[in-house]
């Protein structure tokens, strides 16, 4: 007999839209629950059993030697809840689970120039550096990766094979892919092609992991002493105190530079995921490498309609004008009038290959498929068409559908090359609670093609963007192989390019386009009429490894955060270190900031630093609240070093801003056979919690999944028995959080099943 597990339902439910789900107060208020213990300081394993001798249903599971301070345990949440009352220990938090984050770009982030051009007497390609990819394995009998290939392990199986899984319908390419932008060394090159590759398998079939298997793996990368690990996972909770982003510092701090994607959930702020919220770690959002951006132009309609083409797809070209069809949601039957047409198919129900095989075979000319849910989105074929497929968001496909509805129209299509503009699905910062900057910067995350298990494949999403960084560092490694894990992310940040939406969009035309900047400046001095990209949507910019291993200043931190606006303290200040790495005497100077009413900048005086001299400056930030009203407030300070300018951005927090209170809810199978459990993160705790079911008929509340009261921020979760569950059924669930009289709360739906079947 097999229980079929319960499933959460993100679907939409349209008679809700809009309506209020009232449930009744909380009742005041025993599973077993995996956690992560971190201690102010190092113990040993003895110690460590000394310490959770007093709690019998707490279980020991791994202590580790080096990404942290703490070790893992089992039992039941209340023993556990004590054990957090011990002195020694800083807090504890449940595990959580991670995932994968699903030649042109190495030579746009100037890879390709620096290898042959930095000297005489040496070429750079990452030799001698060591490189950790930390993932779900690595292929290394693939040809392209094989010269580079030095060992590794698998903390998902315990031994020394990190192969990917090869498992049917389980199978895993994404290490590979990865490892391969790094340092590909045969038909394709990466960004490293002589560095070495160690893999560390923390994610198994399917790409999943725990907190512990990449915990494990962090430990023992920074037991081997490698120079670089790359972590291309994580998950979508913004939280600065996770184990895994404390485990990244901690690796920086044992000198090795850490690097972490900083996921595909954008792009709305306050997105940016674990690991990638790592104080230390280069954080890496996504950027377009040169892309051939097709426009639909169609008649009767005055905007033009930005088409996303899907990876597998064929080119965008269209040598004519031709009429546009509504085909449904894409089955067979509903293409029945597509010959020679562009047919509109909604998102949902089959597959984007299934949906462009039936309009080929119907004789369609080129696939679009519209978002079912808000905004637009990018898509990979599972084999390639012979005819174009793109998408739109879904307010451009419901404006195409509603015209249709009532007279035939054409279409035309014009293609515009474009680069350097901030991928849509890359995550957005701030991160919760220190209000810091990230992602740090961003590289080239879409459509890149390299390595996979038997052969090549073209993927997008931060995952690609972060082995890019990875790379870069490696080759700034090898040029400077004395240089800080500090240092060498400063060159990165200093270096970077900020990116301008579509290169030449200026204020009024953003604005225009309803992407005003209502909370913050973001205008790079020289450049008044334009608005770059949020500092906290790109962090510095795009890399430029070219000029950043040949930078002859570095500033340290490379971003300011000024924190939040205490009533006691108007005026805050922020250090920096500027270092004159070069042979000779450079002289800096800050260019004045635009003047914001209610602001007031203090900035060091003009000052040279001889070779190899440093000097820590200070830069001062005054806020009138009288005057100045904006929540968040951010942008660029320039700063002249002899004949280049460097950007630091900068992110200033008025008042509270309207940051998610509730994030990262998931309900799924639990770790024990026949068990479930969920998972969310409170950023800033909560006096009331809890999961209240619905019926989705008449929306009638039907009883509490959960409730708990006095809830500190971070990560809570809990496991439940299939007798624990309510009566098997379709639920809206409504997950709220209350605090100083305001409630937040998300609404899903769950379908829980708990059918035998042989």
Not at 375 to 396: A, C, D, H, T, Y
Not at 674 to 701: K, M, S
Request: one cysteine or more.
């Amino acid at each position: 007999m097999k229980l079929l597990l319960a499933i959460l339902l993100a679907f939409q439910a349209p008679a809700a839209a809009g309506k209020t789900l009232i449930h009744p107060p909380i009742p005041k208020s025993t599973q077993d629950t995996v956690a992560i213990v971190i201690l102010k300081s190092a113990q040993s394993e003895n110690q460590i059993k000394q310490l959770i001798h007093p709690y019998k249903e707490v279980k020991l599971r791994h202590v580790f030697q080096k990404a942290i301070n703490g070790f893992s345990v089992q039992g039941s949440p209340e023993a556990i809840a004590r054990l957090a009352s011990r002195e020694q220990v800083i807090h504890i938090t449940p595990v959580t689970e991670y995932r994968v984050e699903t030649e042109e770009s190495v030579k746009i982030i100037g890879g390709e120039e620096i290898r042959d051009s930095f000297s005489k007497n040496q070429k750079l390609t990452g030799k001698g550096v060591t490189v950790a990819v930390i993932d779900t394995g690595v292929d290394y009998t693939h040809p392209d990766l094989q010269k580079n290939y030095a060992g590794g392990y698998d903390l998902v199986d315990n031994d020394r094979d990190p192969m990917e899984t090869r498992a049917t319908g389980q199978a895993t390419i994404h290490g590979t892919h990865v490892a391969g932008i790094i340092a590909a060394n045969g038909k394709i090159k990466g960004v490293a092609p002589e560095a070495r590759i160690i893999a560390y398998r923390a994610l198994g079939p399917g790409g999943g992991g725990t907190t512990e298997q990449v915990l494990a793996a962090i430990d023992q990368a920074i037991k081997d002493k490698v120079d670089i690990m790359n972590l291309s996972l994580g998950n979508d909770i913004n939280g600065p105190d996770l184990p895994i982003s404390l485990a990244l510092n901690h690796a920086v701090d044992n000198g090795i530079v850490a690097v972490a994607a900083s996921g595909n959930a954008g792009p709305n702020v306050w997105t940016v995921g674990s690991p990638g919220t790592a104080s230390k770690a280069i954080s890496v959002g996504a950027s377009t490498p040169t892309l051939e951006i097709p426009y639909l132009l169609i008649e009767g309609i005055r905007n033009k309609f930005r088409i996303q083409p899907m990876e597998g797809s064929a080119k965008w070209v269209l040598d004519r004008t031709l009429e546009i069809v509504d085909g449904g949601i894409g089955r067979k039957e509903e293409l029945t009038d597509v010959q020679g047409k562009i047919v509109l198919i909604k998102r949902g129900t089959l597959t984007f290959t299934e949906k462009a095989k039936n309009a080929f075979d119907a004789g369609a000319k080129a696939v679009l498929i519209y978002n079912n849910l808000k905004g637009p989105f990018m898509g990979n074929l599972e084999s390639s068409s012979p005819i174009p497929v793109g998408s739109l968001s879904k307010s451009e496909g419901m404006q195409i559908s509603k015209v249709l509805k009532n007279q035939r129209m054409s279409a035309r299509l014009q293609v515009v090359s474009e680069k350097d503009q901030l991928a849509d699905f890359s995550s957005r910062g701030p991160v919760t609670g220190t209000w810091e900057i990230k992602p740090d910067l961003v590289a080239p995350g879409v459509a890149i093609t390299s390595t996979i298990p038997g052969g090549y494949l073209s993927l997008q999403g931060t995952s690609m963007a972060a082995p890019h960084v990875a790379g870069a560092c490696a080759l700034i490694k090898q040029a400077h192989p004395d240089w800080t894990p500090e240092q060498i992310k400063a060159a990165l940040m200093n270096t970077a390019k900020p990116l301008m939406p579509n290169n030449s969009m200026t204020v009024t035309e953003r604005k225009a386009a309803g992407d005003g900047n209502p909370e913050g400046t973001n205008v790079i001095t020289g450049t008044a009429d334009r608005m770059a990209y949020r500092t906290f949507e790109q962090g510095a910019g795009r890399i430029q490894v070219n000029q950043a291993i040949k930078a002859e200043s570095l500033v340290m931190p490379g971003s300011i955060r000024f924190g939040k606006f205490s009533s006691s303290n108007n005026a805050h200040q922020a250090n920096l270190k500027v270092e004159n790495t070069s042979s000779h005497p450079i002289t800096y100077s800050f260019i004045i900031p635009k003047q914001v009413e209610g602001l007031k900048w203090s900035l060091p005086l003009s000052f040279t630093l001889g070779p190899k001299q440093t000097k820590t400056i200070t830069v001062g930030l005054q806020v009138d609240p009288f005057i100045f009203k904006q929540k968040v407030y951010d942008g660029f300070l320039s700063l002249q070093a002899g004949g280049m300018i460097i950007h630091i951005p900068y992110l200033y927090v008025l008042k509270e801003p309207d940051y998610p209170r509730i994030m990262g809810f998931d309900f799924a199978e639990g770790d024990q056979p026949g068990t479930y459990r969920y998972e969310v993160y409170l950023p800033g705790g909560a006096e009331e919690f809890g999961i209240a079911l619905f019926n989705p008929e008449d929306y009638r509340f039907i009883t509490f999944l959960d409730t708990k009261r006095d809830v500190k921020k971070g990560l809570i979760r809990k496991e439940f028995k299939p007798e624990q569950l309510p009566p098997e059924g379709i639920y809206i669930a409504k997950i709220f959080a209350k605090k100083a009289g305001k409630e937040d709360s998300i609404q899903t739906g769950i379908i829980i099943s708990k059918n035998q079947e042989p």
